[in-house]
């Protein structure tokens, strides 16, 4: 309530002061607010009526987990003696489904050496799946064909393979003097080698020359989730991309922000229609090998999530 009221007495400075007149639109022409879909483009309009010896500026920065700014344009036309600012937005909201909110834009009303900061209205959309919940086309699950042996036919044959195995072990311990069930000391490979040899293996693949983006995507996201769980001894591949993201926030972990951008990046394309363009693509997986190199360890025992 008392931002809404800061925001009220703002619009009224602004037009009492200033003289401007702020409304905010959803372009229904581009569009579609019934049929609104997970990755969908959103497009909407912020358009300012003012004196033409003001300069507004968008400020370009939004905290969403979920809400994203893809491409703003700006353009001015004049009407008699008043200057039109339209600002015209296009977004996604990516992850989540239902009544969802894009928030208000702040912007900086700019008059010889004043300043003035101004929001646009927010606005209230309805996100719809993309599975169809109401339809969802079920197979019936086909009874396991069951094979029956008998309790010789299952058991001895095993039995004896087993008592041969263990004899020629024993044979061979014994000629060698060594004892017949060593203890092994398993040599740990470090988390960044196993990471940076999986991107080679990747790299050989060329999914990116074949069209194969959302593969290409997906083992990317497996590697930096494999890599995080390694290295910091978490179980990040059991979680989601937003739960990572959720952790590495209430943790102390270098390059933490670097890491949440890759997942985010790859969620999209994985559960979104977003289709990035191919030099983002490559530039993604030199970024993890980067942020791999800059947080890699000597001994795996070390620098784990308190």
């Not at 719809?128 to 339809?135: A, F, L, P, W």
Request: with cysteine; aromatic share 12%.
């Amino acid at each position: 309530m008392k931002k809404f009221c800061i925001l009220l007495l703002t619009l009224f400075l602004a037009n009492i002061l200033f003289g401007i007149n702020i409304s905010t639109k959803l372009d229904t022409i581009n569009t579609n607010i019934y049929k609104i879909y997970v990755g969908d483009r959103i497009y909407f309009n912020v358009i300012f009526e003012h004196k033409s010896n003001k300069n507004i500026k968008f400020y370009d920065e939004i905290e969403s987990e979920f809400f994203e700014i893809l491409e703003v344009k700006k353009s001015i036309s004049k009407n008699e003696d008043i200057q039109i600012t339209n600002f015209k937005f296009e977004s996604a909201v990516f992850f989540d489904i239902g009544e969802q909110i894009i928030p208000q834009m702040k912007f900086n009303i700019i008059d010889n050496e004043d300043t003035l900061e101004m929001f646009s209205d927010s606005i209230i959309i309805d996100i719809k799946s993309i599975v169809d919940t109401e339809n969802p086309q079920l197979k019936d699950i086909k009874n396991p064909i069951s094979i029956n042996f008998t309790f010789l036919e299952y058991f001895l044959p095993i039995l004896f393979l087993v008592i041969i195995i263990v004899i020629i072990i024993i044979i061979v311990k014994k000629r060698k003097n060594e004892p017949i069930f060593p203890k092994k000391e398993e040599k740990k490979i470090p988390a960044h080698i196993i990471a940076l040899e999986k991107i080679k293996e990747l790299k050989k693949k060329k999914l990116l020359d074949n069209k194969k983006m959302k593969e290409y995507y997906t083992e990317i996201s497996w590697i930096c989730r494999e890599y995080l769980e390694n290295r910091f001894g978490f179980p990040f591949l059991e979680f989601t991309g937003f739960e990572i993201r959720q952790i590495l926030k209430k943790h102390n972990i270098e390059n933490k922000s670097k890491f949440q951008n890759i997942l985010k990046n790859c969620d999209k394309v994985k559960y979104a229609k977003y289709i990035p363009q191919q030099k983002n693509s490559e530039k993604l997986i030199t970024d993890l090998e980067n942020v791999i190199n800059d947080t890699k360890i000597d001994t795996e025992n070390n620098d784990r999530i308190s």
